[in-house]
């Protein structure tokens, strides 16, 4: 909980201020932060779209809400912009970077804000800004570990004032994709890397 939910809460609501009626393209909709975003996202109202890398991984993220694009088959640039009839979306929560960033740039609506989140694919790439000149478009990004603990202190009272209700109501919960004892971490990073977990591994003593 205090990883994904406080990593989404400050980044989606907080950086990215995604509100009620708003659309929002959540990267890696199956991965740990990416099924807390479906989740919050879809609780507090938002329409919700979704990559991910397999068929599974999409029916994964379409149990909790999201709409998906199983990015190994398909573009999510002219997915988006079909399915939003061309107006594209609120707000990216993106994990990838490097190529995907002209591309989120793309699917973004008018006043559209990029969070990012991870650089998977890379920390540098080369973009033409003139759709963020045009588009009045924010690109931000940010990082929970180096925050002071006032800063952590804040983001912990507003997840108890806004997140613990959906978690004590089941509303949201954090998806598990097996547990394993704590003898057998190497097959759980074994997992990890494969790509083939949907949401948290837990090791337990």
């Known amino acids: 909980v205090p990883e994904t939910f406080f990593t989404v809460w400050t980044n989606l609501f907080d950086r990215g ?40 991984k999409c029916a994964a993220c379409e149990r909790l809400g999201a709409r998906t694009i199983n990015y190994r088959t398909a573009d999510f640039v002219p997915v988006i912009r079909e399915a939003t009839g061309g107006t594209g979306v609120d707000v990216i929560l993106d994990i990838v970077g490097g190529g995907y960033l002209q591309r989120n740039i793309e699917c973004l609506a008018m006043h559209g804000r990029l ?49 613990w209700p959906l978690l004590a109501s089941r509303q949201v919960a954090p998806v598990i994709d097996r547990t394993l004892p704590l003898g057998e971490a190497a097959e759980a990073h074994r997992l990890l890397e494969s790509g083939e977990a949907i949401g948290k591994i837990v090791l337990v003593p």
């Open 17 to 56: 201020k995604l509100t009620e009626g708003e659309t929002v393209l959540i990267h890696g909709g199956s991965s740990g932060i990416g099924t807390t975003a479906i989740q919050l996202a879809r609780a507090f109202g938002a329409t919700v779209f979704a990559t991910a890398g397999s068929d599974a």
């Open 115 to 163: 969070i990012q989140l991870g650089l998977l694919g890379g920390s540098r790439a080369e973009i033409n800004l003139r759709p963020v000149l045009q588009k009045r478009l924010t690109i931000t990004g940010s990082t929970l570990r180096t925050r002071s603990i006032a800063e952590k202190g804040a983001i912990a009272r507003d997840l108890e004032a806004r997140v």
